[in-house]
């Protein structure tokens, strides 16, 4: 934050690119709070973008922050279908 937080081509802090999806749900959040919470600190004016750890469900995070507390948070998720089963029936006689 110290070297890059006002640097004019830095809009947004994402800690944490793609966490594994068995993180402790408790310990990653807690760390995300933490980020949030220094960031809002020193350089207040960026947004803080989070990535999901691959659960993308509301209810997953809806519990990260106040109701009252999201403004500037941007929640990252990458929806990868390349590796997940398809249900293309031209794909079966292949």
Do not use: C
């Amino acid at each position: 934050m110290k070297h890059w937080g006002n640097h004019p081509a830095v809009y947004a802090i994402e800690p944490l690119n793609e966490p594994w999806w068995s993180t402790p749900k408790d310990e990653l959040k807690n760390f995300y709070r933490s980020v949030r919470a220094n960031m809002k600190l020193k350089a207040p004016h960026l947004k803080f973008v989070f990535h999901d750890s691959f659960h993308s469900d509301a209810d997953y995070w809806n519990d990260m922050f106040a109701d009252d507390d999201h403004d500037g948070v941007i929640m990252d998720t990458h929806f990868y279908q390349a590796w997940w089963g398809r249900d293309d029936p031209e794909d079966k006689d292949k």
